[in-house]
């Protein structure tokens, strides 16, 4: 019996920074589901329960950090562990998490690679 992949959901406003997150992600075993509007990424969350919400701060639509506001507050979502994923410094980043409620951030600068062992860490400390 094999073990369930842990379901992430991305909202990123940039289509080539969107499938790179993705396609590692996915390599480290998760399910994501990419989203680039926030109606895109609402109709996702009506159908699909994800285990991890990540979520860029700076969209043309609507701020990651209102959208962490949002969901931590409504919706039946505040449950679900929310990281914030930005190109500020971490620590600008860190205190921003804090204050908008987010369990966790990220940091774009770090790169990629980064990004997927952060994924890990945050997977183990915020759910399992």
């Known amino acids: 019996m094999s073990e369930q992949k842990r379901r992430i959901l991305l909202i990123d406003d940039s289509e080539i920074t969107l499938a790179m997150e993705k ?62 994923f930005s190109s500020l410094p971490d620590d600008e980043l860190s205190k921003l998490a804090e204050q908008v409620g987010a369990d966790g951030s990220l940091s774009k600068v770090n790169g990629l690679e980064a990004m997927g062992e ?11």
């Open 23 to 84: 396609a590692v992600l996915e390599a480290r075993g998760y399910e994501v589901v990419a989203t680039s509007t926030l109606m895109e990424f609402e109709k996702t969350l009506q159908i699909w329960r994800p285990d991890l919400i990540l979520t860029d701060i700076h969209m043309p639509e609507a701020k990651g950090t209102d959208i962490c506001r949002t969901l931590k507050n409504e919706y039946g979502t505040q449950d679900i562990p929310i990281v914030l």
């Open 118 to 128: 952060k994924i890990d860490e945050l997977v183990q400390s915020i759910l399992w």
